[in-house]
Each structure stands twice: as structure tokens, then as C-alpha cells.
């Protein structure tokens, strides 16, 4: 009891002390280990370069292939990423403010260029990151967690924001349980991605591309899909439509505990075109945790100085027991092995706990 008690004891020291503010603009061509963790990364991943968003410079990550990376499960990875070192871990249930520009440099299929996450925060007891940047398929979208088996996307590069509120709203309607619904949402992913990634497709079957292309769902080449697949109604072809580029796609299916607002209905920038400027301001928590804060997670997001989105609600894991309440920040690369040079460069960065203390992003052209 007195070990637990100890125990107990030095977890509530770690959660009350604050994490530091920080920034790097990265404007010395070498890494400040102070500052960040090289746990996942090596060095022939790092480069500096002069072409910066402002500033001398700015920090490169890449990958090639045959990179399996650091730290990767048994079906194998390219991981390359770096993460703020302990002394600047912020702590649950903490405001904080994070800013940085990126840009994205690299051979990016279609289609097959699966779970490419390039900037995750992590909470305690988080297996997927409670907010990731993805790049998955090339298009760049931005996702919350409500723990471990239900995702959403925030926003997207490609599409509306109130087409991808109907498709997530059809999906959550689905049981990720029925492993037939789960099958017949990936297979027409398949067809979705063939059809965008394969223009020889259409001349396959036009009834087929009618019916993935169609915002009708009552339209016959749609009915005749939905009615061959066994669907009740064709809100799954257009659901799997909208979300086609997505990684994990069943982890969409279900209900979740989060609420997403849109503070604008532009698409994301792409980071492919230019560089991208983004402003976090994170609160974690849930309504349902005993240990950490009790309370709705709060998320904010603008990028290239416009708010893009308000999200609220159950976000990362339940936290039910005692644990280390740090969680951490990292950028890089991190996706299922493929062909071709990804290089992700990163510049800006600052950490506060308001707003007022984050450095001053370079103005925009």
C-alpha cells in the first residue's frame, strides 16, 4: 500500500508541474537534443535546408525506399520522426498553443500511400494519436479520436465540410462490429480508389462508374450498386465517396463521443502547393475519465491564419487509472511501407500556454 501510495504521489508531482514553452525556428543547421528526442529517427533522416518559410532555415525529414525506420510493429513502417524532448511534454488537462509551418515534398500515390501520418499528439494510454496530420492517398486531412475504435476527420484538402459531415454521420450509423458492413465499406473504398487512381476503370464497366461518381442515390446505376452489394440504401456509396482517401476506414464506423464544428467551409491548403501555417490550441480530457481530467477534450484549429474548425467532446483514451499524465508533440513521417522519396519539411515551431506566447508566424504573401 505504501509503494501505491508513493506511487499515486509522484504521478499527481509529474501532472502539476507545467511543461515549458518552446520554440525552434530552425535557422542552425544542426538538431537542439534539448529540445527534441531522436528515439525515432536516424540520423541520415535529418537534413537542414536554406529554403525556409522565414528565417536561415528550416529541417527536412525523409524517407526512401527500403526504410523500415525505427519502432515499427511487426508489419513493418517508414518511421522518421521526432518528438519534443520530456522537459517540454505538456500535461493532461493543460491548455496549450502549438504553431509551425510544413510543407510536403514527395511520391505520393493516389492510391496506396496508406497511414501517412505526418504530425500525431499523444496523451496517456493513447495507442492511435488523439489528433493526427494525415497525408493519406495525397490528400492532406486532419483527425480526432474518441479512444481507440472510432475516428473522424476534422477537415480535409478534398471536399466540403458538409459532405463530410453526412458521410461521417451514415458511417456511425454502422455496427463496426458486423463484419459484413465492414467488408462492403472496404471493398467499395477499393473500387472508390480504383476509380480515382485508374482511368482505364471506367471503360471496365460506365455502369459501375455511374454509380461510384453518383450524388443521386436513387439513381439506377447507384440503386443497381447498392441492391448488388446487398445495401439498403446507396448512403454507403456516397459515404465511402466522400472519405475514400482515408486510412483505417471501420475505425469511421459506430457512434463516438466527439462533436466537430466548422469554422469554415474552405478545404484545407495543400502542403504540396506551398507552405502551410497551422495554430492548435489543445485542452485534453473526456466527460467519462476517473483519473486526469473530467471534462470535454477541446481542440482548435486554424491554418494559414483562418479557423477551420471547433471540435469538443471525448478525445483521446479513458483514462481509469493512475499513469503518467505527459503526452507529447512529434512531426515526421510515419506510414505503411511504399515506393518513392517522401521528404516533409518543418519550420516555425512554438509551444505556450496561451496564446500571446507563441512565436510570431512569418506573415503570408
Known amino acids: 500500500?505504501?509503494?501505491r501510495g508513493a506511487a499515486i504521489m509522484l504521478l499527481a508531482m509529474t501532472a502539476s508541474a507545467s511543461a515549458a514553452d518552446m520554440a525552434d525556428n530552425f535557422d542552425v543547421p544542426a538538431l537542439d537534443i534539448a529540445r527534441w528526442s531522436k528515439a525515432q529517427i536516424r540520423d541520415d533522416q535529418i537534413e537542414f535546408l536554406p529554403e525556409a518559410r522565414c528565417g536561415a532555415g528550416a529541417i527536412q525529414i525523409s524517407t526512401s525506399d527500403g526504410?523500415?525506420?525505427l519502432a515499427c510493429d511487426i508489419k513493418g513502417c517508414q518511421r522518421a520522426e521526432l518528438r519534443t524532448s520530456v522537459t517540454y511534454r505538456s500535461n493532461y488537462g493543460d491548455e496549450a498553443w502549438y504553431a509551425f509551418s510544413f510543407k510536403v515534398d514527395a511520391d505520393v500515390p493516389a492510391t496506396g500511400s496508406l497511414r501517412t501520418v505526418i504530425s500525431q499528439w499523444k496523451a496517456p494510454n493513447d495507442e492511435s494519436p488523439f489528433l493526427a496530420q494525415r497525408f493519406d492517398n495525397g490528400v492532406f486531412h486532419i483527425t480526432v479520436q474518441d479512444g481507440e475504435k472510432s475516428r473522424r476527420t476534422v477537415a480535409s484538402a478534398e471536399g466540403d465540410p458538409e459532405a463530410l459531415d453526412t458521410a461521417q454521420d451514415y458511417l456511425a450509423t454502422l455496427d463496426p462490429r458486423?463484419?459484413?458492413a465492414v467488408s462492403v465499406a472496404q471493398s467499395i473504398q477499393t473500387l472508390q480508389q480504383l476509380r480515382h487512381d485508374q482511368p482505364q476503370?471506367?471503360?471496365?464497366?460506365?455502369?459501375?462508374t455511374g454509380a461510384l461518381d453518383s450524388t443521386d442515390g436513387e439513381a439506377p446505376d447507384a440503386r443497381a450498386l447498392s441492391d448488388a452489394?446487398?445495401?439498403?440504401?446507396?448512403?454507403?456509396l456516397s459515404a465511402v465517396r466522400t472519405l475514400a482517401y482515408a486510412s483505417d476506414l471501420p475505425e469511421y464506423l459506430g457512434p463516438s463521443g466527439i462533436t466537430i464544428t466548422h469554422d469554415s467551409t474552405k478545404p484545407l491548403p495543400d502542403p504540396r502547393k506551398d507552405w502551410v501555417d497551422m495554430i492548435y490550441r489543445i485542452r485534453t480530457g473526456r466527460p467519462d475519465n476517473t483519473f486526469g481530467r473530467v471534462g470535454d477534450g477541446e481542440i482548435d484549429i486554424w491554418a494559414n491564419g483562418e479557423k477551420i474548425a471547433t471540435v469538443r467532446g471525448s478525445i483521446?483514451?479513458?483514462?481509469?487509472a493512475p499513469v503518467d499524465l505527459r503526452g507529447y508533440f512529434k512531426f515526421g513521417i510515419?506510414?505503411?511501407p511504399i515506393p518513392g522519396i517522401f521528404r516533409f519539411q518543418f519550420d516555425e515551431y512554438s509551444q505556450a500556454s496561451t496564446k500571446a506566447g507563441l512565436a510570431k508566424l512569418c506573415p503570408r504573401a
Not at 483521446?316 to 481509469?320: C, I, Q, V
Request: charged fraction near 30%; aromatic fraction near 10%; charge should be positive.
Open 201 to 208: 476503370f471506367g471503360l471496365f464497366s460506365q455502369q459501375m
Open 67 to 69: 526504410d523500415q525506420g
Open 1 to 3: 500500500m505504501k509503494q
Open 334 to 336: 510515419y506510414r505503411k
Open 178 to 180: 458486423d463484419d459484413r
Open 316 to 320: 483521446g483514451a479513458r483514462l481509469t
Open 229 to 236: 452489394l446487398g445495401l439498403k440504401d446507396s448512403g454507403l
